[in-house]
C-alpha cells in the first residue's frame, strides 16, 4: 500500500506543479473509467431492485469525486451509500479491487507507511484488537486487497469528506445493510444470531467471500445521470474539471451542446468546488440554460442519510 500511496501522491505532485506526459497519460486513464451510473451505461434509466437472496451476481462500485458507493445486483441498483475517501495526501486507489472477507470486531495490522511512523503508540506490523481504542476500523471491515479497506466512519461528519488513509468509511449502519445484503446475496453460512451476536459483542465473526465481489472505483467528475448533468468537485486535483473534458462526456452522451462555447462550461465548471456540485438537466443544455437552469447542490446531503433508511430483502420465487 505504502508504494502504491508514494506513486499516486507523486501523480498529485505532478498535478500541482502542471502535468507532465507520464502524468497525464494516468489521468487520463483514470478519466476513462466511467461512474455506474452514467447514462452511456444504463441507456439512462438505473434499474433499481431490492435485494434477492441466493442470487450471487453482486458488485460494488465507487465514484470518488461523488461520494458515493452502490451495490449492484444482476446489473441493478441495490442500494446506493454516502462515503468518506482518502486524503489528498493518502489517496484512495482508482481501478478494480476484489472483496474478499466481511469481518466484524476486526483486528487493525498498522501498514508500513509513514503516516503510521507518526502515529503515536502504534507499530507498523502490530496486530491491535478490536477491543483496543487505538484501533480505529469501528465494528466491521471489508478488505479490498494490498491493505485498502472499507469499514466504519467515525460520524456522519467523514461523509463526503478526505479522511482516510486510503479507505472508504461508511457510517456503522450502513456497513452493517451493505455487508448483511452480501451475506444474504451470497447465502453465507452464517446465521442471524451468529451475527447480532458480533454486533453486541467484541467477539471477531469473518466469512470469506468465495468467489470475491468485484470493486469498481472510478474517478468521474461529469456524470450524465437520468437526464440530468452532474459535475463533481475535482477533490483529488486531477484537473479533470476542463472545458474539454466536459464537452467529451457531453458528446458521448450525445447532448447536443452547440449552444455551449467553452466559456460557458468553465463557468459551469467552477460551482463545482468544496463539497459542492452543480446539475443542470440535459434538456436545459440543449436549450442554452445551462447557467440558469442549473442548481448548485451539496455533494452529501445529510438528511437524505437520515431518510435512508434499510431496504427490504427479497427473496426469490420458488
Known amino acids: ?8 501522491a507523486t501523480v498529485l505532485a505532478f498535478c500541482s506543479l502542471g502535468l507532465t506526459a507520464s502524468a497525464q497519460n494516468y489521468v487520463a486513464n483514470i478519466t476513462k473509467q466511467q461512474s455506474a451510473r452514467s447514462d452511456k451505461l444504463t441507456g439512462g ?17 465507487v465514484n470518488v469525486p461523488a461520494f458515493q458507493l452502490t451495490l449492484w445486483q444482476n446489473g441493478k441498483e441495490v442500494k446506493t451509500y454516502f462515503v468518506g ?6 489517496p484512495i486507489y482508482i481501478g478494480n479491487r476484489e472483496a474478499s472477507d466481511i469481518i466484524w470486531n476486526p483486528n487493525w495490522i498498522p501498514p508500513d507507511s509513514d503516516w503510521v511512523e507518526g502515529h503515536k503508540g502504534v507499530t507498523a506490523g502490530e496486530i491491535i484488537k478490536p477491543t483496543d481504542p487505538r484501533n480505529p ?7 479490498l486487497g494490498d491493505g485498502y479497506l472499507i469499514h466504519q466512519a467515525k460520524g456522519v461528519e467523514d461523509l463526503g469528506s478526505l479522511v482516510s488513509h ?7 449502519p450502513d456497513l452493517y445493510d451493505l455487508a448483511e445484503k452480501i451475506v444474504a446475496a451470497r447465502s453465507l453460512p452464517l446465521t442471524r444470531k451468529e451475527i447480532e451476536t458480533a454486533k453486541l459483542t467484541t467477539d471477531t465473526l469473518a466469512a470469506p467471500l468465495d468467489p470475491t465481489v468485484p470493486v469498481e472505483i472510478t ?21 479533470t ?37 452543480f446539475v443542470v438537466s440535459v434538456a436545459n443544455i440543449e436549450a442554452g440554460r445551462e447557467t440558469s437552469g442549473g442548481q448548485i447542490l451539496p455533494v452529501v446531503t445529510t438528511s437524505l442519510i437520515k431518510q435512508n433508511k434499510t431496504s427490504a430483502v427479497k427473496k426469490p420465487r420458488a
Open 219 to 239: 474517478y468521474d467528475t461529469h456524470v450524465v445521470e437520468a437526464g440530468r448533468l452532474h459535475i463533481y468537485p475535482d477533490v483529488y486535483d486531477f484537473k
Open 166 to 172: 486510503g479507505c472508504v468509511r461508511m457510517l456503522k
Open 241 to 277: 474539471n476542463t472545458a474539454e473534458n466536459l464537452r467529451r462526456e457531453l458528446e458521448s452522451n450525445n447532448v447536443d451542446d452547440s449552444r455551449i462555447t467553452d466559456s460557458d462550461l468553465e463557468r459551469i465548471l467552477s460551482r463545482a468546488v468544496n463539497k459542492k456540485q
Open 137 to 143: 476500523l469501528g465494528k466491521l471491515k471489508i478488505p
Open 1 to 8: 500500500m505504502q508504494k502504491i500511496n508514494i506513486l499516486v
Open 85 to 90: 475517501v482518502g486524503m489528498r495526501d493518502y
Open 45 to 61: 434509466r438505473i434499474e433499481k431492485t431490492v435485494l434477492i437472496t441466493g442470487a450471487p451476481d453482486i458488485k460494488i462500485t
